[in-house]
């Protein structure tokens, strides 16, 4: 199992190198041509949704991004350390809750539209959304 980690400040600009990255490593596990793009919107989305609640809350350490190959398949974790509202509790911190949570919503939405295999976790501590392609093994060149 390969990983490729990434760290970067929570800034809107470095989500364009995030969602690159991605994609060359994506390539290079075998994801198929055609599902390219769609690995390069989801990784943008959740990369701007993590730089988003870093900034709305203030949190200064950098947005993690894993990028895993393993047999068969390739998964991108995209993870924040931004507190999140647990079951029946409001989220620390969250000035104007509604729109922070509609925006979120709206985020995980489109990353779902766009990937089969998806799985959001949240807490206090942070959040982490995993997002799994199939990926076809290399053919062997012909002599």
Do not use: Y
Request: hydrophobic content about 40%; charged content about 25%; some cysteine.
């Amino acid at each position: 199992m390969a990983t490729v980690e990434l760290r970067f400040s929570a800034l809107p600009e470095h989500v364009r190198t995030a969602r690159l990255v991605a994609a060359a490593v994506a390539r290079r596990a075998g994801v198929d041509e055609a599902v390219l793009d769609e690995v390069r919107l989801a990784v943008g989305e959740a990369c701007s949704r993590a730089v988003g609640l870093h900034q709305n809350s203030g949190i200064t350490s950098p947005v993690k991004v894993a990028l895993i190959e393993e047999e068969k398949q390739f998964s991108i974790e995209v993870g924040d350390e931004a507190p999140h509202a647990t079951s029946g509790g409001d989220t620390p911190g969250a000035e104007d809750g509604e729109a922070e949570i509609e925006e979120d919503e709206m985020g995980l939405a489109v990353i779902s539209g766009l990937v089969d295999d998806v799985e959001v976790t949240t807490g206090q501590d942070g959040g982490l959304i995993r997002m799994t392609w199939p990926t076809t093994p290399p053919t062997a060149a012909v002599l």
